[in-house]
Structures are given as structure tokens and as C-alpha cells.
């Protein structure tokens, strides 16, 4: 049998790297950026590897014509072209509004979840589009392929694609952290059951953090399932492409608009999507306490939130977008002057100019409530060049790999927040410097491959 590493590669993911928008009517693709796109991508363009992906919007389901085969800057993609209505179920209702809830411990049990007569019909679109990616795969996979299969939006391919596929190996890939048991508990059995029986019908389960890989198998003790093979791999973003987008024209360009309003200021950043994982409103309830304590630092302060829509399908996602432009608005009501915005907040999707963001910061601010790993808190430190300080979540994937050289914050804590920012903005030059270099150095140990080739050999 050929070994692992020399199989014919299918990677499985909700969203693929190629998203398409419509030019004069005409779908125009663009390859998506971060660490999957990066990890993976590479070994699509040199012939290895397949990518099965949905189509995520009306664009995405033009350019997929008939055969579903779509192509762009180097990719060639499997686009399955779902109904809407349930692609929108399974992925709205069960994958954003259920299971990231879950394993990231957001529900306030009083209210939700409540699994009604909707909840049911959007499982059952669960199921069927993970049928779909399945009967996909049955039909697309080289013979003896390893299919990487992406995180919780198909945690039931395997199980069904195995039953014509024996000759395939599956590895799935949990990008979020991975509820414990008493985090799964509010799903119901049946629902649980299946998600854990599919999941160990995998020949190997992969995890960001040795925490999340532990509650996975504590999951499987706790409801009767098999725990099976599983491993801990972290994922880094390419920091070559990053490099390359820091020296850009459009990051410069950036970069000369933000000056004026970074002016001589210390600047504290942030760039999230606005998900409710991320724990922006909380940040700035923080900056603000910092600027009731510290009047003199009025003026002599910015922070730069780049912080983008996200899942706006969801009534929850909305609600809380605006909460935080009202955050932003109130800070800025209370201690704004004409030469002085206090939070600049950025909420258009740009790469470039978010990158010349984490170029530029004194404090990067990361202070997620749970986060499967955080790609933002590696990028930041490789691309700063002001020894940059990073205040970090002890609950993002990434504080174990940071944990030496970033400033700990305990997501909940707005006071202690309050006062680990303060302490990051007015640390000696010396000890900044020292800090910033470690912090580069641990952010960029692994490299996208590593992490693709830990999956390849977990089988
Ligand atoms: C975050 C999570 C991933 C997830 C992704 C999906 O990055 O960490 O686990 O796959 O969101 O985002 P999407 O925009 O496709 O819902």
C-alpha cells in the first residue's frame, strides 16, 4: 500500500478558496486568504490534491455552471451547487447558530437553544448537504485517496462516503475548540450521537490544541463513542505571502492614509470578524475604562479596530454588529475632540489595509472569549515593526504556542483588561523589544505544510 504522504489528496470544505463575485453580470473569481487557503492551496495548484467546496452565493452558483468545476488564479475547484434554502439551513441554522454556539460555550441556556419544528427541517439540511459532499467525493476521489475533511459543517461525510469508498482514507480537521461534555450535553442524544459516530468514522480527528483534542475523546467517554485516532496540529498562516502583501503598494498606500491619524499616538489594534466569539464589545469597554482612569493619555492614544461583517444570515451576527459600532460610538461621544477620534474603526473587508494595521501597533489587542486557535495573534507579531506587545486571551487556541512572551487576559475581565493593556502600552523599550522578538520567533515555528503534513501522516 502506498504510504500516506504519496496518496492523491481531496480536501472537503463548506467554504472553498475561490469565492466569485459578479463584474457587469459576469461571476469574476479571487482566492480567499488565511491559513487553509494557504495550507492547502499548494498542493491543489501543483495537481495533488482535489477541492470540494459549496457555493456560497449566487455568484458562486453561476460560475459553477453544470459541471460545478470552477477556476481562478492558479485553483481549480468542485463547487456543489446546493438549493439555497438548504445550503442557508445547514449553514446558518445548524452550523453557525448551533454548533459553533456549542463548542465555543456561548449559549445563555435560558433561552436557547430550543430545538423546535424549524431546528429539525434545518438538521435534516445538515444532513444532506454533508450527503451531498459525500456522494461527491464518492464519485470524485482518485482510488486510495486521503480526503482532509474541514471542520464541523461535515462532521457526517465520512460515514456515509466509507460505506462505497473503502479504498479511502479520511482525516477530519476541527478548526474551533471542541466543546466538553457538558458543553455537548445540550444537544440532543440523537443529534450528539450522530455527530460523534461521525466524527470517529474518521481514521483520524485533528485538533488545534491538545485541550480541544482532550475534549473531543472526554466527549466520545462521556456519550458512549469511540474515541479513535486523534491529534494535535496548530496551523500558521503563510508568513512569505504576508510578508510579500506587507511590501505591497496597496498596504503602503494603506499605510500613508492611516498616518494621519496614528500621527505620533501609541496605537492599540485589533482585526477580527465581528463573530461573537471575539469579544469586541468587551475590548472596548476596556479602552474606555483605560481613558476614564488615564486622562493623560487623551490624544496620545488610538486604537485601530479593523473589524469585518460576518455571517450576517444570522440574527445574532446582526445584533451584535451593531453592537459594536455602538460601542465604538460611545467611546468616541465621550472622549472624542475635533483633532481626536479615540477608536478608528474600519469595517470594510481589506486585506492589505489590515495588514498595515498590524505593521503599525504598540499593543495588539486579542481577547477572544474561546477560539479554536487565532490566526490574527501569529500574523501580528511577524509583521510589526514597532516591538509590538500582544495582550492575549488565555482562551485562544494560540496562547499555548504565545503563552511566554504575550500578556495574559482572561476574556471576561474588563477591568484586568483594563490594566494589562496599560501595562503592555508602558513597558520599557527594552523589554518591548525582547517580548516582540520572542513573540515572532514562537508565531512562526510551523509553517503551513507542517500542518498539512501532520494531517497526511495521522493516517
Ligand atoms: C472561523 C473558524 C473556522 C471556520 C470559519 C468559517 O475562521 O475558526 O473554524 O471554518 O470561521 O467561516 P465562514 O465565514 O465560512 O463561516
Given at each position: 500500500?502506498a504510504d500516506?504522504?504519496s496518496?492523491?489528496?481531496?480536501?472537503?470544505?463548506?467554504?472553498?478558496?475561490?469565492?466569485?463575485?459578479?463584474?457587469?453580470?459576469?461571476?469574476v473569481?479571487?482566492?480567499?486568504?488565511?491559513?487553509?487557503?494557504?495550507?492547502?492551496?499548494?498542493l491543489?495548484?501543483?495537481g495533488?490534491?482535489?477541492?470540494?467546496?459549496?457555493?456560497?452565493s449566487?455568484?458562486?452558483r453561476?460560475?459553477?455552471?453544470?459541471?460545478?468545476?470552477?477556476?481562478?488564479?492558479?485553483?481549480?475547484?468542485?463547487?456543489?451547487?446546493?438549493?439555497?434554502?438548504?445550503h442557508?439551513?445547514?449553514?446558518?441554522?445548524?452550523?453557525n447558530?448551533?454548533?459553533?454556539?456549542?463548542h465555543?460555550?456561548?449559549?445563555?441556556?435560558?433561552r436557547?437553544p430550543?430545538?423546535?419544528?424549524?431546528?429539525?427541517?434545518?438538521?435534516?439540511?445538515?444532513?444532506?448537504v454533508?450527503?451531498a459532499?459525500?456522494?461527491?467525493?464518492?464519485?470524485?476521489a482518485?482510488?486510495?485517496?486521503?480526503v482532509?475533511?474541514?471542520?464541523?459543517?461535515?462532521?457526517?461525510?465520512?460515514?456515509?462516503?466509507?460505506?462505497e469508498?473503502?479504498?479511502?482514507?479520511f482525516?477530519?480537521f476541527?478548526?474551533?475548540?471542541f466543546?466538553?461534555?457538558?458543553?455537548l450535553?445540550?444537544?440532543?442524544?440523537?443529534?450528539?450521537?450522530e455527530?460523534?459516530?461521525?466524527?470517529?468514522?474518521?481514521?483520524?480527528?485533528?485538533?488545534?490544541?491538545?485541550?480541544?483534542?482532550s475534549n473531543?475523546?472526554?466527549?466520545?467517554?462521556a456519550?458512549?463513542?469511540?474515541e479513535?485516532?486523534t491529534?494535535a496540529a496548530?496551523?500558521?498562516?503563510?508568513?512569505?505571502?504576508?510578508?510579500?502583501?506587507?511590501r505591497?503598494?496597496?498596504?503602503e498606500?494603506?499605510?500613508?492614509?492611516?498616518?494621519?491619524?496614528?500621527?505620533d499616538?501609541?496605537?492599540?489594534?485589533?482585526?477580527?470578524?465581528?463573530?461573537?466569539?471575539?469579544n469586541?464589545v468587551?475590548g472596548?469597554?476596556?479602552?474606555?475604562?483605560?481613558?476614564?482612569?488615564?486622562?493623560?493619555?487623551?490624544?496620545?492614544v488610538?486604537?485601530?479596530?479593523?473589524?469585518?461583517?460576518?455571517?450576517?444570515?444570522?440574527?445574532?451576527y446582526?445584533?451584535?454588529?451593531?453592537?459594536?459600532?455602538?460601542?465604538?460610538?460611545a467611546?468616541?461621544?465621550?472622549?472624542?475632540?475635533?483633532?481626536?477620534?479615540p477608536?478608528?474603526?474600519m469595517?470594510?473587508d481589506?486585506f492589505?489595509r489590515?495588514?498595515?494595521?498590524?505593521?503599525?501597533?504598540?499593543?495588539?489587542?486579542?481577547?477572544?472569549?474561546?477560539?479554536?486557535l487565532?490566526?490574527?495573534?501569529k500574523?501580528?507579531p511577524?509583521?510589526?515593526?514597532?516591538?509590538?506587545q500582544?495582550?492575549?486571551?488565555?482562551?485562544a487556541?494560540?496562547?499555548?504556542?504565545?503563552?511566554?512572551?504575550?500578556?495574559?487576559?482572561?476574556?471576561?475581565d474588563?477591568e484586568?483588561t483594563?490594566?494589562?493593556?496599560e501595562?503592555?502600552?508602558?513597558r520599557?523599550?527594552?523589554?518591548?523589544?525582547?517580548?516582540?522578538?520572542?513573540?515572532?520567533?514562537?508565531?512562526?515555528?510551523?509553517?503551513?505544510?507542517?500542518?498539512?503534513?501532520?494531517?497526511?501522516?495521522?493516517v
Amino acid at each position: 500500500m502506498a504510504d500516506a504522504s504519496s496518496r492523491p489528496v481531496v480536501i472537503a470544505s463548506n467554504r472553498g478558496p475561490l469565492s466569485f463575485s459578479l463584474v457587469d453580470g459576469e461571476p469574476v473569481g479571487r482566492r480567499g486568504s488565511g491559513g487553509l487557503v494557504s495550507g492547502l492551496a499548494p498542493l491543489v495548484e501543483s495537481g495533488q490534491a482535489r477541492w470540494i467546496a459549496a457555493a456560497m452565493s449566487d455568484a458562486d452558483r453561476a460560475a459553477a455552471g453544470d459541471d460545478g468545476i470552477v477556476e481562478a488564479d492558479g485553483l481549480t475547484v468542485h463547487m456543489l451547487d446546493i438549493d439555497p434554502e438548504v445550503h442557508r439551513r445547514y449553514y446558518d441554522e445548524v452550523s453557525n447558530s448551533t454548533l459553533w454556539f456549542v463548542h465555543h460555550g456561548l449559549y445563555d441556556l435560558v433561552r436557547s437553544p430550543a430545538f423546535d419544528v424549524g431546528w429539525w427541517e434545518a438538521w435534516e439540511s445538515y444532513r444532506q448537504v454533508n450527503a451531498a459532499f459525500a456522494d461527491a467525493i464518492v464519485a470524485d476521489a482518485p482510488p486510495g485517496a486521503t480526503v482532509l475533511v474541514q471542520d464541523y459543517h461535515l462532521c457526517l461525510v465520512a460515514r456515509r462516503a466509507r460505506v462505497e469508498r473503502d479504498d479511502l482514507r479520511f482525516v477530519h480537521f476541527h478548526h474551533t475548540p471542541f466543546a466538553g461534555p457538558d458543553g455537548l450535553r445540550v444537544l440532543p442524544p440523537v443529534v450528539r450521537s450522530e455527530l460523534l459516530e461521525g466524527l470517529a468514522s474518521h481514521d483520524a480527528c485533528g485538533f488545534h490544541t491538545k485541550q480541544w483534542e482532550s475534549n473531543y475523546r472526554q466527549c466520545q467517554e462521556a456519550f458512549g463513542g469511540i474515541e479513535g485516532s486523534t491529534f494535535a496540529a496548530t496551523i500558521n498562516s503563510d508568513m512569505d505571502d504576508l510578508r510579500n502583501v506587507a511590501r505591497s503598494k496597496a498596504c503602503e498606500t494603506a499605510l500613508a492614509e492611516l498616518a494621519p491619524v496614528m500621527a505620533d499616538r501609541a496605537v492599540i489594534a485589533r482585526v477580527d470578524r465581528m463573530e461573537l466569539s471575539k469579544n469586541i464589545v468587551r475590548g472596548f469597554a476596556a479602552y474606555n475604562r483605560l481613558l476614564e482612569r488615564r486622562h493623560d493619555l487623551h490624544t496620545k492614544v488610538v486604537f485601530l479596530a479593523c473589524c469585518y461583517p460576518s455571517r450576517l444570515g444570522v440574527e445574532d451576527y446582526r445584533r451584535y454588529h451593531d453592537e459594536v459600532i455602538e460601542a465604538v460610538e460611545a467611546v468616541n461621544e465621550r472622549w472624542g475632540t475635533d483633532d481626536w477620534t479615540p477608536v478608528v474603526l474600519m469595517t470594510e473587508d481589506d486585506f492589505p489595509r489590515s495588514v498595515a494595521v498590524l505593521r503599525s501597533y504598540d499593543v495588539l489587542l486579542v481577547n477572544p472569549i474561546r477560539d479554536g486557535l487565532n490566526l490574527v495573534a501569529k500574523e501580528g507579531p511577524v509583521l510589526n515593526e514597532r516591538d509590538g506587545q500582544l495582550v492575549l486571551s488565555t482562551e485562544a487556541g494560540a496562547w499555548t504556542e504565545l503563552a511566554d512572551a504575550a500578556d495574559p487576559v482572561f476574556p471576561f475581565d474588563v477591568e484586568a483588561t483594563t490594566d494589562t493593556l496599560e501595562a503592555a502600552l508602558e513597558r520599557e523599550p527594552e523589554q518591548r523589544a525582547f517580548r516582540a522578538s520572542e513573540l515572532a520567533e514562537s508565531a512562526a515555528l510551523r509553517t503551513p505544510q507542517d500542518w498539512l503534513e501532520d494531517q497526511l501522516r495521522a493516517v
